[in-house]
């Protein structure tokens, strides 16, 4: 079976540009979750997507959204970059049972310049 | 919001085991233990996870004090491959979950 795979691995933007960044789930699984990954903040939930529907968010500003497709397929896009944008992010999808496990993505490394 | 208290880093000899401490005193009733590790530059790994009893799986074994405001995560026999940062988590769900800063654990060879 397909791991969760993320692209771009890599991406480049300027200050005030917007990014889309896209995650597909292992097969079966209906949640997507995103999360941030910066040397100083270390790892940081962003927002859960479940059947299409946002189900939980993190302490993150409006610029930062995301939705889920019919497919569970998932994306999230950040609007208006800024330099503290710069991090990894990462995809992580499981099935819908609440206690289990994540299998997270290889993640995007976003720079921002 | 991180509720779990992890050391900075741990070394361990290759073949020993790594018994790796976390405390989470304001641990609620109905969350979970969970144990991640991210190995350099890759997504983490789910380890394992645990309520109130012990857990074992082929990776690791998990204990989970009495009063269930601390845990020990053990590695039987650690190898190289075993480096990595280890986090320990406590949440109601298994999707939104928060890190810390973990434990970097080095196996010496």
């Known amino acids: 079976k397909a791991g969760v795979t993320q692209t771009p691995r890599y991406l480049i933007k300027t200050r005030g540009q917007q990014v889309t960044l896209s995650c597909s789930p292992i097969s079966g699984h209906r949640s997507v979750s995103w999360y941030q990954q910066t040397p100083g903040q270390g790892l940081q939930f962003l927002f859960e997507?479940?059947?299409?529907?946002?189900?939980n968010k993190g302490n993150f500003p409006g610029r930062f959204s995301g939705r889920q497709f019919s497919n569970s397929r998932s994306e999230m896009n950040v609007s208006t970059l800024e330099l503290g944008d710069s991090a990894l992010y990462l995809c992580?999808?499981?099935?819908?049972?609440?206690?289990?496990?994540?299998?997270f993505g290889p993640g995007t490394r976003l720079t921002v310049l | 919001d991180a509720k779990t208290t992890q050391p900075t880093s741990m070394d361990c000899a290759e073949g020993r085991a790594a018994n790796l401490p976390c405390n989470h005193s304001t641990i609620s009733g109905n969350e979970y233990v969970y144990w991640y590790r991210q190995i350099h530059s890759q997504g983490p790994q789910y380890i394992i996870h645990g309520l109130k009893n012990n857990e074992t799986n082929e990776m690791a074994s998990l204990i989970i004090t009495e009063d269930r405001k601390s845990s020990t995560l053990i590695l039987p026999h650690a190898t190289l491959r075993d480096t990595a940062v280890y986090y320990c988590?406590?949440?109601?769900?298994?999707?939104?979950?928060?890190f810390g800063t973990g434990t970097r654990l080095t196996v010496i060879p």
């Open positions: 997507y479940f059947s299409e529907t946002q189900r």
């Open positions: 988590i406590v949440a109601t769900g298994a999707n939104n979950l928060f």
């Open positions: 992580a999808s499981s099935l819908e049972v609440v206690y289990n496990e994540q299998f």
